[in-house]
């Protein structure tokens, strides 16, 4: 009887399709158990809603495993549900094909404990899977802030990489400018230096031609003087020669 309601309930949610949020009454195969369960479609990705799905769970601190196809926390006391130890099976799956695929999340809880009150387990139940539709949006919220975290942290990291290389090659200029300037100085030293050795050339070049008109007068002084001496020889031999 319950597998027959099973798929009566399955067969009705891909005939119409759940809109988000929207949960219904249905059963689920669990090993050779068929218990009652509650389903809801999300308008998410089924990777993030599996993700939220065990996210959620693990928030209980108690163990968590997987069993019969779905996440399940086995013979513990899940206090939101139940005050005594519970079979709690959990399973997020993809429905459907191509555009019309939907994220379907299935939860069902049950226990052999007749003190428990079913209807109010089943109650609670409709109660964890209404808070997952919050829970599954606060999640993806916070991974979009993860990733962005993660993107601010990369985009911060090659502007700082960016400033430090556009910091070096600042300095690249900066030095080079100096560089520049130095040599334009030591340019300018040198332009001094080459006045001041024209200047030096030209004193030089004044001093060689006040130093040829010198040596003119000198030459005509020698050249006089040679003359003096050739005649005074000449005397000299000439009177050598009345003294023999």
């Given at each position: 009887?319950?597998?027959?309601v099973f798929?009566?309930?399955l067969?009705?949610?891909?005939?119409f399709g759940?809109?988000?949020?929207?949960?219904m009454?249905?059963?689920?195969?669990?090993?050779?158990l068929?218990?009652?369960?509650?389903?809801?479609?999300?308008d998410?990705d089924v990777?993030?809603?599996?993700d939220?799905?065990?996210?959620r769970?693990?928030?209980t601190k108690?163990?968590?495993?997987?069993e019969?196809?779905?996440?399940a926390?086995?013979?513990?006391?899940?206090?939101e549900?139940?005050?005594?130890?519970?079979k709690f099976?959990?399973?997020v799956?993809?429905m459907?094909?191509?555009?019309?695929?939907?994220?379907?999340?299935t939860?069902?809880?049950y226990?052999n404990?007749?003190?428990?009150?079913?209807?109010t387990?089943?109650?609670?139940?409709r109660?964890f899977?209404?808070?997952f539709?919050?829970?599954?949006n606060k999640?993806e919220?916070q991974q979009?802030?993860?990733n962005?975290e993660?993107?601010?942290k990369?985009?911060q990291?090659?502007?700082?990489?960016?400033?430090?290389?556009?910091d070096?090659?600042?300095?690249?200029?900066?030095a080079d400018?100096?560089?520049?300037a130095?040599?334009?100085?030591?340019?300018e030293?040198?332009?001094q230096?080459?006045?001041d050795?024209e200047?030096?050339?030209?004193?030089?070049?004044a001093?060689?031609?006040?130093?040829?008109?010198?040596?003119?007068?000198?030459q005509?002084?020698?050249d006089?003087a040679?003359?003096?001496v050739?005649?005074?020889e000449?005397?000299?031999?000439?009177?050598?020669?009345q003294?023999?």
């Amino acid at each position: 009887m319950f597998k027959k309601v099973f798929l009566l309930s399955l067969s009705v949610v891909m005939a119409f399709g759940l809109k988000a949020q929207t949960i219904m009454e249905s059963t689920a195969k669990i090993g050779e158990l068929t218990v009652p369960a509650f389903v809801m479609s999300v308008d998410k990705d089924v990777k993030l809603t599996q993700d939220a799905m065990r996210q959620r769970l693990k928030d209980t601190k108690l163990k968590v495993k997987n069993e019969e196809g779905y996440v399940a926390i086995l013979d513990q006391v899940v206090p939101e549900i139940a005050p005594t130890p519970i079979k709690f099976y959990t399973k997020v799956e993809e429905m459907g094909k191509r555009k019309d695929k939907t994220t379907m999340v299935t939860v069902s809880a049950y226990s052999n404990d007749m003190t428990i009150d079913q209807m109010t387990m089943q109650v609670n139940v409709r109660s964890f899977l209404q808070e997952f539709a919050t829970y599954v949006n606060k999640y993806e919220a916070q991974q979009n802030m993860l990733n962005e975290e993660g993107n601010l942290k990369k985009a911060q990291k090659d502007a700082a990489t960016a400033a430090s290389n556009l910091d070096k090659i600042d300095k690249s200029i900066a030095a080079d400018q100096q560089k520049i300037a130095d040599k334009k100085a030591e340019i300018e030293k040198y332009k001094q230096k080459i006045k001041d050795c024209e200047k030096e050339i030209k004193d030089l070049e004044a001093s060689i031609e006040k130093s040829n008109g010198k040596r003119v007068d000198a030459q005509q002084k020698v050249d006089k003087a040679g003359e003096s001496v050739r005649q005074i020889e000449g005397e000299v031999d000439k009177y050598r020669q009345q003294a023999q």
